[in-house]
Structures are given as structure tokens and as C-alpha cells.
Nanobody, 124 residues
């Protein structure tokens, strides 16, 4: 099993940047694919990005491609979501999720492990 804790959220002005971190417990974190999702008030949870266990394969949704990047440091049991050129519509609670496997996953039901989320608020 793995437990996930997100951090790095906060209040930022439009056009600014934030880097979210997802720190995992467990010695086998390097065997897990990780994804980032977000949920804005009144909306469904939205897929943002995913990264393979090795970091060699990534996929980002069209809504954030070119602004967000995902990376990982398995030595630190951490996956990052770098968010640049933030917009007010990026305001949401951001979640990381993990799933054991060699692939990458973009659907909620493909992940068994979730963090509690971190709030990101972008002011105009």
C-alpha cells in the first residue's frame, strides 16, 4: 500500500506559478504510476497529468498542456506538478493518485490510492 500527501497549494495571482508535491510513504513507490487530478466547486474531478513508474512516460490533458509539467524523484518518493501561467479557472482542489503498474492511467477508477488534496486559488 501507499499513502499520499499533497502540498504546495496556495493563493497566487493570474499568470503566476506553483509547484505541487505529492509525497508517498512506502518503499515500493517507484513501482507506481501517479496521476494528478483537480476538482473545482460544482464540477467533476478532472484528469490533468500522469507519469509512469520510471518517469519515462507522461501524458497531460489538453487543458493544461504547455502550462503544466509532471515529474518525479523516486529517491524522494515524490511526484511534482509544475504549474505555470495560472488562470482563475485553474482554481480547484488538486489531488494526486497512485496505482501499481507499468502503464500510465488517466481515469479516476484506475487509481486505488488518493491523497487528501491541496487547495489552489488563482486570483484575477
Amino acid at each position: 500500500q501507499v499513502q499520499l500527501v499533497e502540498s504546495g497549494g496556495g493563493l497566487v495571482q493570474a499568470g503566476g506559478s506553483l509547484r505541487l508535491s505529492c509525497v508517498a510513504s512506502g518503499r515500493t513507490f517507484s513501482s507506481y504510476a501517479v496521476g494528478w487530478f483537480r476538482q473545482a466547486p460544482g464540477k467533476e474531478r478532472e484528469f490533468l497529468a500522469t507519469i509512469s513508474w520510471s518517469g519515462g512516460v507522461t501524458n497531460l490533458s489538453d487543458s493544461v498542456k504547455g502550462r503544466f509539467t509532471i515529474s518525479r524523484d523516486n529517491a524522494k518518493n515524490t511526484v511534482y506538478l509544475q504549474m505555470n501561467s495560472l488562470k482563475p479557472e485553474d482554481t480547484a482542489v488538486y489531488y494526486c493518485a497512485a496505482e501499481l503498474g507499468a502503464s500510465i492511467y488517466s481515469l479516476e477508477h484506475q487509481y486505488n490510492y488518493w491523497g487528501q488534496g491541496t487547495q489552489v486559488t488563482v486570483s484575477s
